[in-house]
């Protein structure tokens, strides 16, 4: 068997401590030699000399150590871990539960580890959370989500470019102390203390049909920035198309009055003749792609302490044309059918009436 052809590696060292055994070695001296543990070489030992060669050399079957928790433990376990923590306490951890199954079954003491286990074995993580937004579906909220969709969907036409359009706050953190670069063998290190240097705007906007996107600084989000940002749009950035699809979210500042508050009305109403705002529903900023745009910002530049406006402008406009150079676009691939696929049981409910036939009088002479 040792030498040669393919076996088990267990079932190898069980053949060398018998040979080893045989020869006379010590138990200790075998243990040594072959890397195993003295119980491996004891029960090797003791199964040759009360069964066979055999059974030496073969697995003995494992039963494993009996289940502490029985099914309805179990239960409780889960159902305690998806209930609200202790006074006191944010969220339940192992070692609390293990205390709560203690308190509330006849077990005297139970290991962290038991309980990770059973959590485990349900996909259960009390301890984390995820912030998430749940919208309320109803019918704006669909017709709206529909437009934008039906918006993505079609042909790219550049008199009338489709433009998403979000804006992001950004802190200006300088730094009390200078960092320590980086060097072979020490990560770069930067002092835990901040200076707190206000605060600046981003307005984004990208075309969801051509590899290009705008990154605006401003020191304000007010309704006359937004004004200004759909006049640059308008009249520098598209100063040839017909019409310009803007999707966007529904903050106070982004609807057509600001225009009014920014221009005069002559020239306000010029503007707004030439865009068209599709509106994303409430609480769902995640159809509008420029939300994509701005996660890579983030994650690529923004993900750092910039102390300055100065710096951001800098920063922003570098990452801008590096981003446009590389023609970088988003693949957006979620489609008005697989909304209704996916969301057709959250869609509202037509009454069963309201899709039967309505008789139509007329005064017409029956021949």
Known sequence: MLAGGSQAVRKLKRAQILLA????????????????????????????????LTAALSEEPRAGAERKLTDKQEALLVATACSSPPAGRARWTLELLADEMVRLTSHESLSRETVRRRLAENDLKPWRRRMWCVPKVDAEYVARMEDVLDLYAEPSDPRQPVVCFDESPVQLIGETRSPIPAKPGQIERYDYEYRRNGTANLFVLIDMNRPWRKVKVTEHRAATDFAECMRELVDVHYPKADRIRVVLDNLSTHTAGALYQAFLADQ?????????????????SWLNMVEIEIGVLVRQCLDRRIDSYDHLVKETAAWEKRRNAERARIKWMFTTEQARAKLGRAYPKVPVGAAKKQRVKTSVSMY
Do not use: C
Request: hydrophobic letters at 35%.
């Open 21 to 52: 055994a045989d020869a006379g070695m010590s138990d200790d001296d075998i243990a040594t030699s072959v890397g195993v543990g003295h119980s491996t070489v004891y029960r090797t030992r003791r199964r040759f000399v009360e069964g066979n």
């Open 268 to 284: 306000a109403r010029r503007l707004l003749r030439r865009l068209e705002f599709h509106h994303t529903p409430k609480h769902a």
